[in-house]
Nanobody, 127 residues
């Protein structure tokens, strides 16, 4: 079965940290560029970060640069997002997605532009 399953979300106080994981199955994870996209309540989706197939090249939205770190372990078929110095405005449903090289550069938030899209994990930053 082809799927991406996110985990690691939860409730955290401002300034805290969380690490999200996204585990892939049913396809060759190492062949795909991976991204994180988030959607806050009542707002449109926002592209967060992307990583190339080998993990050596990454991109970030300005809103998370310096606070979030994307990484991957191809042997474990898992994508990560380390989130530090969390702010209330980081509250959102976080999705992982896998696609071709075009998605690495496009900052796309459209599921149809990716080959694989997860169900999301909720992150709530609140005191």
């Amino acid at each position: 079965q082809v799927q991406l399953v996110e985990s690691g979300g939860g409730l955290v106080q401002p300034g805290g940290s969380l690490r999200l994981s996204c585990t892939a199955s049913g396809f060759t994870f190492s062949n795909y560029y991976m991204s994180w996209v988030r959607q806050a309540p009542g707002k449109g989706p926002e592209w967060v970060s992307a990583i190339n197939t080998g993990g050596g090249s990454t991109r970030y939205a300005d809103s998370v640069k310096g606070r979030f770190t994307i990484s991957r372990d191809n042997a474990k078929r898992t994508l990560y997002l380390q989130m530090n110095s969390l702010k209330p405005e980081d509250t959102a449903l976080y999705f992982c997605a896998g696609g071709p090289v075009t998605t690495y550069y496009s900052d796309s938030t459209y599921p149809q532009e990716y080959d694989y899209w997860g169900q999301g994990t909720q992150v709530t930053v609140s005191s």
